[in-house]
């Protein structure tokens, strides 16, 4: 069963610090990792997709990279502002075995960005 | 514009009262899914949906039905809610095959008392 966990759980930074999320995961058969933002109360926003043949995606001050074989991603953000405060979610979808291409959330990295 | 459309947003209603969280996509696309979100476990499947007529459980169907007549619409139909089905719900959907990204809705936030 794969299980997706985030680290840390919470995380504050001071405006314009450069930081780093975690997200892991314990089996390697995915077709892809997604990266989304989530505001208080609010639907999920997509921030970048790696499919399992990639290394990174970028998109602006944003730049996730995975791992596949260690089970590993990363989500750079570049110059932090207090608009980057949300929570982070890691989200994997499986690969193979059955017709569910459910995707596996982590619970969440809440990221606030202090002016 | 592309995108997952759910309704209501928000409801309040008592136990017992049957009631349908509606969603619709104009992407075209095959998969579509229901997840629930708790604090402190974070967001899990209930039912997904491979094309029309061809649904599943997911991991945590118990309580919930779904339907799939037509390809763009795909509601989560709480017969009996109870309180313990108090949580915010997403729809989901995405194209075929699995490398594709899921596109979410807003979310609807049910309180059962």
């Known amino acids: 069963k794969q299980e997706v966990t985030q680290i840390p759980a919470a995380l504050s930074v001071p405006e314009g610090e450069n930081l780093v999320l975690n997200c892991s995961f314990t089996?390697?058969?995915?077709?892809?990792l997604q990266w989304f933002r989530q505001d208080p109360g609010k639907g999920l926003t997509s921030l970048l997709l790696i499919q399992s043949s990639q290394r990174e995606q970028t998109s602006g001050r944003l730049n996730a990279s995975l791992d596949k074989s260690s089970g590993r991603s990363t989500l750079y953000i570049a110059a932090s502002q207090p608009g980057d405060s949300a929570t982070y979610l890691c989200?994997?979808?499986?690969?193979?075995?059955?017709?569910?291409?459910?995707?596996?959330f982590g619970k969440g990295t809440l990221l606030t960005v202090n002016p | 514009e592309a995108q997952v459309t759910q309704n209501p947003r928000y409801l309040i209603t008592v136990t017992g009262k049957k009631l349908t969280v509606t969603c619709s996509q104009n992407m075209n696309h095959e998969y579509m899914s229901w997840y629930r979100q708790d604090p402190g476990l974070g967001l899990r499947q209930i039912y997904y949906?491979?094309?029309?007529?061809?649904?599943d459980k997911g991991d945590v169907p118990e309580g919930y039905k779904v339907s799939r007549k037509e390809k763009r619409n795909f509601p989560l139909i709480l017969e009996s809610p109870s309180p313990n089905q108090t949580s915010l719900y997403f729809c989901?959907?995405?194209?075929?095959?699995?490398?594709?990204?899921?596109?979410f809705g807003d979310g609807t936030r049910l309180s059962i008392l």
């Open positions: 089996d390697s058969a995915i077709y892809n």
């Open positions: 989200a994997v979808r499986r690969r193979g075995g059955g017709s569910n291409y459910k995707l596996t």
């Open positions: 949906s491979m094309n029309v007529e061809v649904t």
């Open positions: 989901a959907s995405s194209l075929f095959p699995g490398n594709q990204p899921q596109h």
